[in-house]
């Protein structure tokens, strides 16, 4: 028989016993008065948590109890708690529930402690926990296993509390600058919204395939043309393509759109928010990106896609020639999707050899057209669209624009995609009827973005694996065999 199974045998004995002696192993209710974080000395608390040390010295023992808020020490006295409740005591193991009524008071080491008075058993943990010493090491195991991966790792959970707080804020602003949080749909009868492969699904009911959400961006242009002026929505979008450091296929995006608006106005809005979003978490604008200090306070710069791609990659966008681009295509062998054109290949070399270096908070603008399907034509530029990136740390944060609001225009980039599509780029737009329908009754100017929720948590955090920001992030099935 193995080590395991004898420990797991022996808990079933416990509950077994515990049964046995009256008590009730699943209450339905237990009402802690105050978190283990709150406690001061000298005063009488009811806590509840899980047990995480044990100790016992014959008529002693002291446990090591975790709740949310933190840890405290429990000390357990025979001769306090009589005979019965100290056979409860003996009964238990690290990683059980219990309650604990007592006084706070300070160990000769300087320990705060709870000296228990009354116990209550809240449940039992028949699977032993990892060592609390090294905890979960393997970092399979550590996704796979997420709940013992917050209860062994306190920086895990810190970083999924650091994500609720940055959700949190990203809420209040919006709702502050009077923008209306709404739902659009997850199952669709045509994805669209960004360039991107879609899951596909059949809908029994209907008889029909169905998609899964690839961004929220027709829908909430559609509520612009019903009348909303600032909508936004966080929204979890689905993606069937790759998995690497900074993307999984389920995932977490924030869009907002504002009538009347333009693109300058929406990277003044966004500059706005993700300070604000900052400042809630850190208290203040400057933070590290790797292990670069970035001060986000002040006016971030602005440049074309020109000026940073002659700047950082000492590339002129207008007269490099076609040999000098295909030389650097096959150098690094970068491919271009779908149909070539000049301004993707371009537009590629700089997305690999320019954005690293970015960097200082800088907000890149004025993007060619081929690259950018749902933006608005320039109003000066021919061949260029109002587009914006925002870029931190050499990292992509965000990506917006002045909205296409002609239904004409939209068509003709629809129409577009539809070549890169049968080119074999099946990332490109689906023609979407539908909303050139809704676009045809009239929409305001417009501005809009998108924010991935998990990257700006990877920023305001520096931690780069995705997968560290999302709780349950998507693992390949185990192998069973093994």
Not at 15 to 31: R, S, W
Not at 359 to 368: A, E, G, K, Q, S
Request: charge should be neutral; include cysteine; charged fraction near 30%.
């Amino acid at each position: 028989m193995s080590r395991l199974t004898q420990i797991r045998q022996t808990r079933q004995e416990k509950l077994k016993l515990l049964t046995k002696l009256g008590v009730d192993v699943n209450p339905p209710l237990f009402v802690p008065t105050y978190q283990i974080a709150e406690c001061k000395f000298d005063t009488e608390v009811i806590i509840a948590g899980r047990i995480l040390g044990y100790r016992r010295q014959g008529k002693i023992t002291f446990l090591d109890l975790q709740d949310q808020s933190g840890k405290t020490q429990v000390f357990a006295a025979l001769e306090v708690l009589g005979e019965s409740v100290y056979q409860i005591v003996k009964l238990l193991d690290i990683g059980d529930f219990i309650g604990a009524a007592g006084t706070v008071f300070k160990t000769k080491s300087g320990e705060k402690t709870i000296r228990l008075k009354t116990l209550t058993f809240l449940a039992k943990s028949l699977e032993p926990l990892p060592d609390t010493w090294s905890g979960l090491k393997d970092k399979e195991d550590r996704f796979r296993k997420r709940y013992l991966d917050l209860i062994l790792n306190p920086e895990a959970k810190q970083v999924l509390d650091a994500r609720w707080t940055i959700e949190r804020a990203v809420r209040e602003f919006m709702w502050q600058e009077n923008y209306q949080e709404v739902e659009t749909p997850v199952l669709q009868n045509l994805y669209g919204g960004t360039n991107a492969r879609p899951f596909t699904t059949h809908l029994n009911a209907l008889d029909t395939e169905m998609y899964l959400r690839v961004a929220p961006e027709l829908y909430l242009k559609r509520l612009i043309v019903g009348g909303y002026e600032r909508v936004f929505e966080i929204a979890r979008n689905f993606r069937n393509e790759g998995m690497d450091q900074t993307h999984q296929p389920e995932f977490t995006m924030m869009e907002f759109y504002e009538a009347y608006a333009d693109y300058h106005r929406i990277m003044d809005i966004t500059e706005e928010l993700i300070k604000f979003v900052a400042k809630k978490l850190h208290g203040s604008y400057l933070l590290k990106v790797d292990d670069q200090e970035i001060d986000l306070s002040g006016k971030w710069a602005r440049l074309t896609v020109d000026e940073a791609f002659k700047k950082y990659a000492g590339l002129d966008w207008g007269k490099i020639t076609d040999a000098e681009i295909k030389k650097i295509l096959a150098t690094h062998k970068f491919k271009v999707p779908g149909v070539f054109t000049r301004n993707k290949a371009l537009f590629l070399i700089y997305d690999h050899l320019v954005t690293p270096k970015l960097l200082n908070p800088t907000w890149v603008i004025d993007y060619p057209v081929e690259v950018s399907p749902l933006s608005k034509s320039h109003r000066s530029k021919e061949g260029r669209v109002e587009r914006f990136e925002g870029y931190i740390g050499g990292k992509e944060i965000c990506d917006g624009w002045s909205e296409i609001v002609s239904t004409l225009e939209q068509k003709t980039r629809f129409e577009n995609e539809q070549k890169n599509l049968k080119a074999g780029d099946d990332e490109a737009q689906p023609l979407d009827e539908e909303f050139l329908v809704a676009l045809s009754y009239g929409c305001p100017p417009l501005g809009g973005i998108g924010i991935g929720i998990d990257r700006l948590v990877m920023f305001l955090t520096n931690n780069w694996s995705i997968r560290e920001v999302i709780a349950f992030p998507l693992m390949r099935p185990e192998n069973k065999e093994d």
